[in-house]
């Protein structure tokens, strides 16, 4: 019958479909980067952090199976000036000493449509776990695959930020966090 | 077109003593945040003496628009050296009044500080985030607001003189409700 022809065939292109798709994993990290942005008396103060490690499993034809473990080196802040570095290492922000990392750890990847996603995990900061949902978007740059995405963390569901600074009229307490990761496919980490 | 009157104009009296207001505000809380380790209040006073600098900067516009515009009232009797050292020191405040806010706002510019006027318009950085240049204008800064501030007190110094010593009217007809 002709639908089952059509069926088959669909099937028969899925099958290949899988069969070629790459699976990003090699993350770059020269390439990779994770900013944010803060507002302090409503002045946006942006900052990154220069150390982390990200693991990626991601194939576009099957995004739900895709997993990602974010972990961030705290002490390598850079939050604009060095006076902010050195006051959010210290123990009423990041407490680097008794926290030196940060850890994303996902729990589910759901496809929005197109070339949309979206993560959703656990965040650890400062002994402190709460639900992560992240947007992202993928696009295939040459061999690679680039990953741009981003959420608002609420600084004080983490306690960074605490005594004097829990005033979120001088910090606010939403910080926009933004993130590019390239990665490259399995196959290629095998040279 | 404009004759001199004995005292200056209703403008002219509102900016002068609203300039010096704020500037008597914002340069003791300049010295005070200086010093003052990392805290929230240290951010909130640095916006505010940010936020008084540039309604300075704001109103020296419509100010030295109406100065160029309105010729104040002629001088009073006096010497020709101290007519000449009251002009140069009325020149040199306008120039200070204006380069003081400026510096502090090309500083906070390219310190990495957008100003944000009350916390709610930004104010477009003229220049971009550059470590030493934003020490340089910090000096800068400094500089002419100490060179403002002796302006300031000289300028004070020689009204005082006219007004209790030569008990002239050079004060009285600068003050907002005087006859």
């Keep these: 019958m002709k639908i089952n022809h059509i069926a088959l065939s669909a099937a028969a292109l899925l099958l290949a479909g899988a069969a070629h798709a790459v699976e990003f994993k090699q993350v770059d990290a020269a390439k990779s980067s994770l900013a944010f942005s803060s507002k302090q008396m409503g002045v946006p103060v942006p900052g990154s952090f220069k150390k982390f490690t990200t693991q990626i499993t991601f194939d576009p034809a099957k995004p739900t199976t895709a997993s990602t473990?974010?972990?961030?080196?705290?002490?390598?802040?850079?939050?604009?000036?060095?006076?902010?570095?050195?006051?959010?290492?210290?123990k009423q922000w990041f407490n680097?000493?008794?926290?030196?990392?940060?850890?994303?750890?996902?729990?589910?990847?759901?496809?929005?449509g197109g070339n949309r996603?979206?993560?959703?995990?656990k965040m650890t900061i400062k002994g402190q776990t709460r639900d992560v949902t992240a947007p992202f978007t993928f696009k295939q740059d040459g061999a690679n695959g680039v990953f741009d995405g981003g959420f608002v963390l609420k600084r004080m569901d983490y306690n960074i930020g605490e005594g004097p600074w829990a005033d979120v009229s001088a910090v606010a307490n939403e910080i926009e966090i933004k993130f590019?990761?390239?990665?490259?496919?399995?196959?290629a980490a095998k040279k | 077109?404009?004759?001199?009157?004995?005292?200056?104009?209703?403008?002219?009296?509102?900016?002068?003593?609203?300039?010096?207001?704020?500037?008597?505000?914002?340069?003791?809380?300049?010295?005070?945040?200086?010093?003052?380790?990392?805290?929230p209040n240290k951010l909130k006073l640095y916006s505010y003496h940010k936020w008084i600098g540039m309604t300075v900067l704001l109103l020296f516009v419509p100010r030295i628009l109406w100065r160029l515009t309105h010729r104040p009232p002629a001088p009073?009797?006096?010497?020709?050296?101290?007519?000449?050292?009251?002009?140069?020191?009325?020149?040199?405040?306008?120039?200070?009044?204006?380069?003081?806010?400026?510096?502090?706002?090309?500083?906070?510019?390219?310190?990495?500080?957008?100003?944000?006027?009350?916390?709610?318009?930004?104010?477009?950085?003229l220049i971009g985030k550059d470590k030493e240049l934003g020490e340089l204008l910090e000096e800068m800064h400094e500089v002419l607001s100490w060179s403002?501030?002796?302006?300031?007190?000289?300028?004070?110094?020689?009204?005082?003189?006219?007004?209790?010593?030569?008990?002239?009217?050079?004060?009285?007809r600068m003050l907002p409700f005087g006859k």
């Design chain 1, 69 to 90: 473990v974010l972990e961030i080196d705290l002490a390598s802040i850079d939050a604009g000036s060095k006076d902010a570095n050195d006051e959010v290492v210290g």
């Design chain 1, 96 to 112: 680097v000493k008794a926290f030196p990392t940060a850890k994303f750890v996902s729990t589910g990847v759901k496809a929005l």
């Design chain 1, 117 to 121: 996603f979206e993560a959703i995990g």
């Design chain 1, 180 to 187: 590019h990761v390239v990665a490259a496919p399995a196959a």
């Design chain 2, 1 to 39: 077109m404009n004759q001199p009157t004995a005292r200056y104009t209703g403008p002219a009296i509102a900016a002068h003593w609203l300039i010096a207001i704020l500037i008597l505000a914002a340069f003791p809380l300049g010295l005070y945040m200086h010093g003052l380790p990392l805290s």
């Design chain 2, 76 to 125: 009073l009797p006096m010497p020709a050296w101290q007519h000449k050292i009251a002009e140069g020191t009325h020149h040199l405040l306008y120039l200070l009044m204006f380069l003081v806010p400026l510096s502090g706002w090309l500083m906070s510019s390219a310190k990495g500080f957008q100003v944000v006027y009350f916390g709610v318009l930004p104010i477009p950085d």
């Design chain 2, 148 to 172: 403002l501030m002796t302006l300031v007190g000289l300028h004070l110094a020689g009204a005082l003189k006219h007004h209790i010593i030569d008990k002239d009217s050079t004060l009285r």
